[in-house]
């Protein structure tokens, strides 16, 4: 399956810290997105990167994309409390024009004070 | 708030019970989305539909039944379903499924929280 995999499954950090969370995948994409969930609530979108950029910035958060090695890292700069969550990379199959997205298992973030 | 509202947002039914899940967005989207997330396991796509037609069904059992009357609402009809059913329903949607090749931002409700006992 195309199913991403993120790691590590879970990130304990003080609050200043950085946080990188790793995101592999199988197949080709077209895209690759970045979303955040609280604790059991919906989902929010962080941030795309597309298949032929290799890195994007949005505020405190950094997005690399190695398509060669199938692989996405998410960068949180200077965490802070309000951080804590849990992350997950999405991919879209570069095959598919009906909009679905893969979810990987995601990344448990807690982020103390 | 992202603009998806969901309801209700708890749920307990029997497996002998028949309920809907109700989604709507109020962000003038074209594109809707059903998606289960159950502990332990990555979020799931169940559905899509594009201008109230459905363009995916991702092998999702008969008990589960969408319906997409317009743009706006989605719903999710439940019947006969099993204990492992139990999870966080998620509605999405976005401007369309593709935008210029891209798969589009999609915009999550906060969910249904359903026990099926």
């Known amino acids: 399956s195309q199913q991403g995999e993120e790691d590590p499954q879970a990130l304990s950090i003080q609050e200043g810290e950085n946080a990188t969370m790793n995101c592999s995948y199988k197949t080709s994409i077209n895209n690759l997105q970045w979303y955040r969930q609280n604790s059991g609530r919906g989902l929010v979108h962080l941030i795309l990167i597309r298949s032929n950029e290799r890195e994007k910035h949005s505020g405190r958060l950094r997005v690399t994309l190695d398509t060669s090695k199938k692989s996405s890292s998410l960068l949180i700069t200077a965490s802070r409390a309000a951080d804590t969550a849990s992350y997950f990379c999405a991919t879209a199959d570069g095959s598919s024009n009906t909009g679905k997205l893969i979810f990987g298992q995601g990344t448990t973030l807690q982020v103390k004070p | 708030e992202t603009g998806v509202t969901q309801t209700p947002r708890h749920l307990v039914m029997g497996m002998t019970n028949k309920k809907s899940l109700k989604c709507e967005q109020h962000?003038?989207?074209?594109?809707m989305y059903w998606y289960k997330q159950s502990a332990k396991k990555p979020l799931e796509l169940m559905f899509v539909?594009?201008?109230?037609?459905?363009?995916e069904n991702n092998s999702v059992p008969s008990r589960f039944s969408p319906e997409c009357p317009n743009s706006s609402h989605l719903f999710l009809h439940l019947h006969t379903l099993q204990p492992e059913d139990s999870a966080l329903y998620l509605c999405?949607?976005?401007?369309?499924?593709?935008?210029?090749?891209?798969?589009?931002?999609?915009?999550f409700g906060p969910g249904t929280r359903l026990t099926v006992l």
């Open positions: 962000l003038g989207h074209n594109a």
């Open positions: 539909y594009n201008f109230k037609e459905q363009t």
């Open positions: 999405a949607s976005s401007q369309e499924p593709m935008v210029a090749g891209v798969t589009d931002t999609q915009y």
